[in-house]
């Protein structure tokens, strides 16, 4: 028994030294303004004067976060943006990506629009999370592509949200065989077997070497989105993070902002 509770922590060790976080950025560190060159981040579509990924004050997911998020907004002429992982996929690699997301417009989108994903050293994507029409009653759902050309997402999640909900996204790229997950909202503790899931397979052997978030030319309503706490890892587990507030958390904060009026006074 000894020797195999020995091997089993000696496995676990192991997979925890082969696990790797390429990207961990909550945009705290930055300046309110313009997002690249800010932290690594580069322009890869749009001139310079075109419309730019802006850092905004304040999460739009987390309550009381002081820290800073993201906003993408849709123009006639903006910029998409990346941050390299520091490696480029090869054989027997799977990545996975996770943020947390709010989407606003004025009126439900009227067509996909994709706004994150994988990228390669030129202009190939994959792992393609979109904002789609709502499917029944909402606003909006989440579809996916996990490796291909077009503006079309390949599956989508079954059920609609709302605009101003803050929503979790967890995807992932496997080099070998272009499959691609991707979970919305999932709870972390039951990994990525215990949790729904849509999935598409595309095309493999994509050299993905850094994410991007990318700001639509849009025809329809114009969505603006708030992105805050980017993580890109080798496994579900490193990646995966529950964006929205535990009620109890919420809780503690207006207790907390209760006890500061009361201390003002």
Request: charged share 15%.
């Amino acid at each position: 028994m000894k020797y195999l509770a020995v091997l089993l922590t000696i496995g676990l060790m192991a997979g925890a030294a082969n696990a790797s976080v390429y990207i961990d950025d909550n945009f705290n560190a930055y300046t309110p303004g313009d997002l690249v060159p800010q932290g690594g981040w580069a322009i890869h579509s749009g001139l310079p004067t075109d419309n730019p990924v802006q850092v905004k004050p304040g999460s739009p997911c987390f309550v009381g976060d002081p820290g800073n998020y993201i906003e993408l907004n849709s123009a006639t002429y903006s910029h998409d943006v990346n941050k390299a992982m520091g490696h480029t996929l090869g054989a027997g690699d799977k990545v996975y990506a996770a943020f947390c997301v709010v989407i606003d417009a004025d009126e439900p989108l009227t067509d996909d629009n994709y706004f994150a994903h994988f990228k390669t050293s030129g202009t190939y994507f994959g792992g393609k999370v979109f904002a789609a029409p709502a499917t029944v009653a909402g606003d909006f759902t989440f579809g996916f592509q996990a490796a291909g050309g077009g503006e079309v997402a390949s599956v989508f999640w079954g059920t609609d949200f709302d605009y101003g909900s803050c929503n979790t996204i967890v995807l992932s790229y496997e080099f070998d065989t272009g499959y691609g997950e991707m979970w919305v909202n999932p709870t972390c503790a039951l990994g990525p077997d215990g949790n729904p899931k849509v999935d598409d397979t595309g095309y493999s052997g994509n050299l993905f070497e850094a994410f991007a978030f990318r700001q639509d030319s849009y025809s329809g309503p114009d969505p603006v989105f708030g992105i805050d706490n980017l993580l890109v890892a080798t496994t579900f587990a490193e990646a995966c993070q529950e964006c929205v507030p535990e009620p109890a958390s919420v809780v503690l904060l207006a207790i907390g902002a209760i006890a500061t009026l009361r201390r003002r006074r």
